[in-house]
């Protein structure tokens, strides 16, 4: 089993800046270091959306159209750990946001959601204008 905790969630203003980390715990954890982690956020009333995502070295990464050049995704594989820094943000990147694993080493697509077999309960990023 696998269980991720996200944190870092607030209010934040439009332009500033804000960083989510995920934590993995349980018995799943021993092999963190070959699933691909991801990021994912849900808005009120629409679809989940997918963020972005790393594989398991940390080699290669993903990234959704809306938060290209914006948002980077980074991993820890020693403290079972990855990381969301979010840049210039807007109130259309409120949401909450969720963190998956993979459990597939290197699987691509990356950015199906329906991949992910552990999820985080979530954290709430609010942006305001």
């Known amino acids: 089993q696998l269980q991720l905790v996200e944190s870092g969630g607030g209010l934040v203003q439009t332009g500033g800046s804000l960083r989510l980390s995920c934590a993995a715990s349980g018995s799943a954890t021993n092999a963190f270091g070959t699933y691909n982690m991801a990021w994912f956020r849900q808005a009120p009333g629409k679809e989940r959306e997918f963020v972005s995502a790393i594989n398991w070295s940390g080699s290669r990464t993903d990234y959704g159209d809306s938060v290209k050049d914006r948002f980077t995704i980074s991993r820890d594989n020693d403290r079972n750990t990855v990381s969301l820094q979010m840049h210039s943000v807007k109130p259309e990147d409120t949401a909450v946001y969720y963190c998956?694993?993979?459990?597939?080493?290197?699987?691509?697509?990356?950015?199906?959601?329906?991949?992910?077999?552990?999820w985080g309960l979530g954290t709430q990023v609010t942006v305001s204008s």
């Open positions: 998956a694993a993979d459990l597939f080493a290197d699987r691509t697509p990356m950015s199906d959601g329906n991949t992910y077999v552990y």
